[in-house]
């Protein structure tokens, strides 16, 4: 079973940036769906971006424009880009297949508030 294992999470203030990464224990290259998704307080998860083994990305409307997924086959690894950071962005942010089929790992926390 692949173990999941996000980092990057901070406190940071409205406008600004974070980069989150996301290292599988296994190889994900025959994984076609990889995504990033959060969970705030009281809420339940959502998926926020996804991508597939070729590149293409999708987006929830919410970050469109100011989150960018990538996906290394090569180096194994899913990395979530987060500009222009708002307050409703606070949650804890996992990374896993879509839909989600692995083990989920323990998120990081990301922190938005001046």
């Known amino acids: 079973q692949v173990q999941l294992v996000e980092s990057g999470g901070g406190l940071v203030q409205p406008g600004g940036s974070l980069r989150l990464s996301c290292v599988p224990s296994g190889s994900i290259k025959s994984i076609l769906h990889m995504g990033w998704y959060r969970q705030a307080p009281g809420k339940q998860r959502e998926l926020v971006a996804a991508?597939?083994?070729?590149?293409?990305?999708t987006y929830a409307d919410s970050v469109k424009g100011r989150f960018t997924i990538y996906r290394d086959n090569v180096k194994n690894t899913v990395a979530l880009q987060m500009n222009n950071l708002k307050p409703e962005d606070t949650a804890v942010y996992y990374c896993?297949?879509?839909?989600?089929?692995?083990?989920w790992g323990q998120g990081t926390q990301v922190t938005v508030s001046s």
């Open positions: 991508v597939t083994s070729d590149g293409t990305t």
């Open positions: 896993n297949s879509v839909p989600p089929h692995l083990a």
